[in-house]
């Protein structure tokens, strides 16, 4: 089975600056990865999805790299504000057609003023 | 459009119970997959109904069913509750089993006493 690991638990940043998660998986390559984000007492919220063939993609201040080389994703919150205070969670695809979702545990993120 | 609505939002139980969560999906959505979130393990993949058929199944004992009616609506049944299995409970839904983005409820915060 596929294996997730999220670079860490806890990340705070102070507000502007740019926050960097990372996700790194083994076995299987993934033909997408998606990212989420999770409030307190919500469920997931879809964010970003990048294909396999795809280096980057870009949402405003939000970007997400794939290496699959390196077999790692980079995402990235630029200009932070206390409100992208969450956690977030990456995905990936179970590696079939009608696979569902594998997602890793998550690195809650705080942005201080 | 209303988003994906699960009930109860708040359960206790108690050990050797069951219980039985709903879930309305987004309407149009055809698929509804189910998640168990633990702080321990994180999100897990308990299964997908698309049609009203099961179409995959997580790694969870066969204590964990569920269910998927004509209106595309969901429910899931624990059976012989455990401590364990106290956890956070999401439904999500998409279109279809092709459609990568999930769209998930708030969940149902389930405590086994």
């Known amino acids: 089975s596929q294996k997730i690991e999220q670079n860490s638990e806890a990340l705070n940043i102070q507000e502007g600056k740019t926050a960097t998660l990372t996700c790194n998986y083994t076995?299987?390559?993934?033909?997408?990865l998606q990212w989420y984000r999770q409030d307190p007492g919500r469920g997931p919220v879809f964010l970003l999805l990048?294909?396999?063939?795809?280096k980057e993609k870009r949402k405003e201040r939000l970007k997400v790299t794939f290496d699959t080389t390196l077999k790692q994703s980079l995402f990235h919150i630029t200009a932070s504000q206390p409100a992208d205070s969450a956690t977030y969670l990456c995905?990936?695809?179970?590696?079939?057609?009608?696979?569902?979702?594998?997602f890793g545990r998550g690195t809650q993120l705080t942005v201080w003023p | 459009k209303a988003g994906v609505t699960q009930t109860p939002r708040y359960l206790i139980k108690t050990r050797g119970q069951q219980v039985t969560l709903s879930c309305s999906p987004i309407s149009g959505h055809r698929s509804v997959s189910w998640y168990q979130q633990t702080p321990g393990q994180g999100l897990q993949f308990l299964f997908e109904?698309?049609?009203?058929?099961?179409?995959n199944k997580g790694n969870f004992p066969g204590r964990f069913s569920g269910r998927q009616f004509s209106n595309s609506r969901s429910e899931m049944n624990v059976s012989t509750l455990e401590l364990g299995d106290s956890a956070l409970y999401l439904c999500?839904?998409?279109?279809?089993?092709?459609?990568?983005?999930?769209?998930f409820g708030s969940g149902t915060q389930l405590s086994v006493l």
């Open positions: 076995n299987y390559s993934p033909a997408y």
């Open positions: 995905a990936l695809d179970r590696g079939s057609t009608l696979g569902r979702l594998y």
């Open positions: 109904y698309f049609s009203e058929t099961q179409r």
């Open positions: 999500a839904s998409s279109l279809d089993p092709g459609r990568e983005k999930l769209f």
């Open positions: 990048i294909r396999e063939n795809e």
